[in-house]
């Protein structure tokens, strides 16, 4: 490929999904009668590709087919798969992982025709109309999908590898003697010491309650008590009765009590987090994640009827890598954790 491909220099036509494929509709396989195995169940979800058991007891095996849920997601799937009856197969010798990608594409364009009260079930998906390129003869072009799914991805790729080369490049640059001393930690001779929290962290201090109904739309991150996406739970513009912090930790103090995420940005947190900041000399973000591990223990001791009060956190304690003068080893904290980011980096580098 010469030049770069771009959609718009493609003639484009409507075919309906029945005139380009084989359809097949699933079966259904109730979850009690499943045995666990290594075949991929595909059913009605979102995500994972469809994918919501592996079992060996498959009423029947597909391969190499676009799947379609009740729901008009879409996925390709390589390889052996099985299907339950909320799923349309659609099978063309002229299918590959490439152009299966790009067919999964088009047909979600129709997504919003379909919901609980209208599925999306074989009868349904047949008629569906999808505009795709064509060739000189009128025909789905497929090698032109195909191409082009292989362009993009590739650059993708190369941001991908870029970026964490870059990564690899800035741990070596902050650890003396680089990959070598990292490779040298040894995880078995570490001594192990219990401090206070408040020996620890120069500032715990408890966020602001901001309601939904006075959030403004913005950009800082609002943290409140989940444990997921980092405990962001929207982005706000607020500026008046908050309370912002940076490069420190966040505990939910309730709700998921014990989450703690590291955030190196600005961010507004919900009275239901306890913001834990160390001596700027001490920290850095390696030691951040090292801290939050650690301080996520607490979730253990506590609950959502037994909430993580101001009183409460000041009197913990975490055990934490001491030095042989007895304090906190920060230097091993952060090359432990470089380590592992380390060598996660380069298995995700040679697969790639």
Same mark, same amino acid.
């Given at each position: 490929?010469?030049?770069?491909?771009?959609?718009?220099?493609?003639?484009?036509?409507?075919?309906?999904?029945?005139?380009?494929?084989? *359809?097949?509709?699933?079966?259904?396989?109730?979850?009690?009668?499943?045995?666990?195995?290594?075949?991929?169940? &595909?059913? /009605?979800?979102?995500?994972?590709?469809?994918? @919501?058991?592996?079992?060996? #007891?498959?009423?029947? *095996?597909?391969?190499?087919?676009?799947? !379609?849920?009740?729901?008009?997601?879409?996925?390709?799937?390589?390889?052996?798969?099985? %299907?339950?009856?909320?799923?349309?197969?659609?099978?063309?010798?002229?299918? #590959?992982? =490439?152009?299966?990608?790009?067919?999964?594409?088009?047909?979600?364009?129709?997504?919003?025709?379909?919901?609980?009260?209208?599925? %999306?079930?074989?009868?349904?998906?047949?008629?569906?109309? &999808?505009?795709?390129?064509?060739?000189?003869n009128g025909n789905p072009n497929w090698q032109f999908m195909e191409? =082009?799914?292989?362009?993009?991805?590739?650059?993708?790729?190369?941001?991908? !590898?870029? $970026?964490?080369?870059?990564?690899?490049?800035?741990?070596?640059?902050?650890?003396?003697?680089?990959?070598?001393?990292?490779?040298?930690?040894?995880?078995?001779?570490?001594?192990?010491?219990?401090?206070?929290?408040?020996?620890?962290?120069?500032?715990?201090?408890?966020?602001?309650?901001?309601?939904?109904?006075?959030?403004?739309?913005?950009?800082?991150?609002?943290?409140?008590?989940?444990?997921?996406?980092?405990?962001?739970?929207?982005?706000?513009?607020?500026?008046?009765? *908050?309370?912002?912090?940076?490069?420190?930790?966040?505990? %939910?103090?309730?709700?998921? !009590?014990? /989450?703690?995420?590291?955030?190196? =940005?600005?961010?507004?947190?919900?009275?239901?987090? @306890?913001?834990?900041?160390?001596?700027?000399?001490? /920290?850095?973000? $390696?030691?951040?994640?090292?801290? %939050?591990?650690?301080?996520?223990?607490?979730?253990?001791?506590?609950?959502?009827?037994?909430?993580?009060?101001?009183?409460?956190?000041k009197r913990e304690k975490l055990i934490l890598p001491a030095d042989? #003068?007895?304090?906190?080893?920060?230097? $091993?904290?952060? #090359?432990?954790?470089?380590?592992?980011?380390?060598?996660?980096?380069e298995k995700m580098l040679n697969y790639i």
């Open positions: 490929m010469k030049n770069k491909l771009t959609l718009q220099d493609v003639e484009w036509k409507e075919f309906k999904i029945k005139d380009l494929f084989k *359809i097949k509709r699933g079966k259904r396989l109730i979850e009690k009668n499943r045995h666990k195995g290594d075949v991929p169940y &595909i059913s /009605a979800t979102s995500s994972n590709n469809g994918i @919501t058991d592996f079992i060996n #007891n498959p009423l029947f *095996i597909e391969n190499n087919k676009l799947v !379609v849920t009740t729901f008009c997601d879409s996925y390709y799937i390589e390889g052996n798969f099985t %299907a339950s009856d909320e799923i349309t197969m659609l099978g063309n010798k002229n299918l #590959n992982k =490439y152009n299966g990608l790009f067919l999964s594409s088009m047909i979600k364009t129709n997504q919003s025709k379909y919901a609980f009260g209208r599925k %999306a079930f074989t009868d349904r998906i047949s008629t569906q109309i &999808i505009m795709l390129p064509i060739d000189k191409d =082009y799914i292989k362009q993009e991805e590739k650059e993708i790729v190369n941001k991908v !590898v870029k $970026y964490y080369q870059n990564r690899l490049d800035e741990i070596f640059k902050n650890v003396a003697g680089g990959g070598q001393t990292l490779n040298s930690i040894k995880y078995e001779n570490v001594n192990w010491k219990v401090f206070e929290f408040k020996a620890i962290f120069r500032e715990i201090k408890r966020g602001k309650r901001l309601t939904k109904a006075n959030h403004i739309d913005g950009k800082t991150p609002y943290i409140s008590s989940s444990a997921l996406n980092n405990g962001v739970d929207n982005f706000i513009s607020n500026n008046d009765n *908050i309370r912002k912090f940076d490069n420190s930790l966040s505990l %939910a103090n309730s709700g998921s !009590v014990g /989450a703690c995420f590291y955030h190196k =940005y600005e961010y507004v947190a919900s009275d239901h987090i @306890t913001s834990l900041k160390l001596d700027d000399e001490n /920290a850095d973000e $390696y030691i951040y994640l090292f801290m %939050a591990t650690i301080v996520k223990r607490l979730e253990e001791k506590y609950s959502f009827n037994r909430e993580i009060n101001d009183i409460r956190i042989e #003068n007895g304090n906190p080893n920060f230097e $091993y904290m952060s #090359n432990f954790v470089k380590n592992i980011q380390k060598e996660n980096i």
